[in-house]
């Protein structure tokens, strides 16, 4: 007699490319384990692996460019029959007990949908130098604006500040001199 207390269900391929790489499909890698806590498998496990294909597709920054596709399985697994109860449960004795054959029956599935990703540029090659250049004739306008403010408002308002202060204080001196001349000959 034999006893199976687990399996591990693997599935694996290899990158493929198209001849001009515009089409690739990525490696697939799956493993699966297939058991059951304090039980053995079943006399007959039917397990369905269902393939979910996600495509990527991406555009091109340039306008004209080639769109590129990559593509990955994804893989679903459904096991059926695992546990050997329902023999318990029939002939009263496990089936570890009775047979000494045990049948693993895969059935690989393609999916009826697919998921589509497509991821497109936030901005094209030419949109992008457009942008840029006009962003920076506004930073030149903007500095050549502030450049005009300071030489026809702010320059010639600090001159005429400047040249009140000057005559304040020429006001000032005059004064003070005109003052001291009154106390020497108020002293007198």
């Known amino acids: 007699n034999c006893y199976i207390g687990g399996a591990r269900l693997c599935l694996t391929a290899p990158k493929?490319?198209?001849?001009?790489?515009?089409?690739?499909?990525q490696p697939l890698i799956f493993c699966q384990i297939l058991s059951n806590t304090n039980d053995t498998l079943g006399k007959f496990v039917r397990i369905t692996i269902e393939l979910i294909k996600a495509v990527n597709r991406t555009e091109s920054l340039d306008e004209g460019g080639q769109t590129t596709y990559s593509g990955v399985w994804i893989p679903r697994f459904i096991a059926e029959g695992t546990s050997d109860k329902m023999s318990?449960?029939?002939?009263?004795?496990?089936?570890?007990?009775?047979?000494?054959?045990?049948?693993?029956?895969?059935?690989?599935?393609?999916?009826?949908?697919?998921?589509?990703n497509?991821?497109?540029?936030?901005?094209?090659?030419?949109?992008?130098?457009?942008?840029d250049i006009l962003f920076s004739t506004m930073c030149l306008e903007f500095c050549a604006i502030a450049f005009l403010l300071f030489k026809l408002a702010i320059l010639p308002l600090l001159k005429r500040l400047?040249?009140?202060?000057?005559?304040?204080?020429?006001?000032?001196?005059?004064?003070?001199?005109?003052?001291?001349?009154?106390?020497?000959?108020?002293?007198?």
């Open 88 to 116: 318990y449960d029939q002939y009263g004795s496990y089936t570890r007990y009775l047979t000494i054959q045990h049948i693993v029956e895969v059935k690989l599935k393609e999916t009826s949908f697919f998921i589509m």
């Open 162 to 188: 400047l040249k009140k202060l000057h005559q304040y204080d020429f006001c000032k001196k005059r004064f003070e001199q005109h003052n001291l001349d009154e106390t020497t000959l108020d002293k007198i």
């Open 16 to 25: 493929t490319l198209s001849n001009d790489t515009f089409y690739t499909a």
């Open 118 to 131: 497509i991821q497109q540029p936030i901005t094209r090659k030419g949109e992008a130098i457009f942008k």
